[in-house]
């Protein structure tokens, strides 16, 4: 069965750093593109930075040089290290395969980013 399992989020002030962890299972990890998207309050869902399973990362712009994505194929987890936190950035971050696997959404992580 795939699962997706965030951790991480919290509540953090401008310019502060929070780094998700994504665990997953059922999928065979070290040969798919793995994503975190997020979505915030009265949006749509977005993919915010993806890495292919030759360690290439791709960012949106808007978080690109604050947002590092990495993984972990041993343990099959993927992370987001989040620098440089604004306010916009708040949202529930999922992650999950890119493209993704629509029936297979985790319970999101969440990220808050207020003073």
């Known amino acids: 069965q795939v699962q997706f399992v965030e951790s991480g989020g919290g509540l953090v002030q401008p310019g502060g750093s929070l780094r998700l962890s994504c665990a997953a299972s059922g999928v065979i990890f070290r040969r798919v593109t793995m994503g975190w998207y997020r979505q915030a309050p009265g949006k749509q869902r977005e993919l915010v930075a993806f890495?292919?399973?030759?360690?290439?990362?791709s960012y949106i712009d808007s978080v690109k040089g604050r947002f590092t994505i990495s993984r972990d194929n041993a343990k099959t987890t993927v992370y987001l290290q989040m620098n440089s936190l604004k306010p916009e950035d708040t949202a529930v971050y999922y992650c999950?395969?890119?493209?993704?696997?629509?029936?297979?959404w985790g319970q999101g992580t969440q990220v808050t980013v207020s003073s």
């Open positions: 999950n395969t890119n493209p993704a696997l629509n029936d297979y």
């Open positions: 890495i292919t399973r030759g360690d290439s990362p």
